[in-house]
């Protein structure tokens, strides 16, 4: 589940399309999306699996393959350095 999750989220980061774009294109609320990609749902149908693939085109397999997707260079709304106070 982690691995499945994971790779949704550094797609979407990489395709630079934000969480409302996915879950509308894949026909889920916002909500639901959220909750999927931060892991806060027990299980997850394969159709919606599938969905979610289509919608950032690619197999659906390749979301349960741990090294197929490397972590984005730099994540939206996270700086690399340290804001000093």
């Known amino acids: 589940m982690e691995i499945l999750c994971t790779n949704i989220r550094r797609l979407r980061l ?41 919608v950032l085109e690619v197999p659906a397999w390749h979301l349960f393959d741990p090294d197929r997707f490397p972590e984005p260079d730099r994540q939206r709304g996270k700086s690399a350095t340290k804001v000093r106070r």
């Open 14 to 54: 990489v395709r630079g399309w934000s969480q409302e774009t996915v879950a509308e294109r894949a026909g889920l609320s916002t909500r639901h999306f959220q909750d999927i990609e931060a892991q806060r749902r027990e299980g997850i149908r394969l159709a919606t699996v599938d969905r979610i693939a289509g």
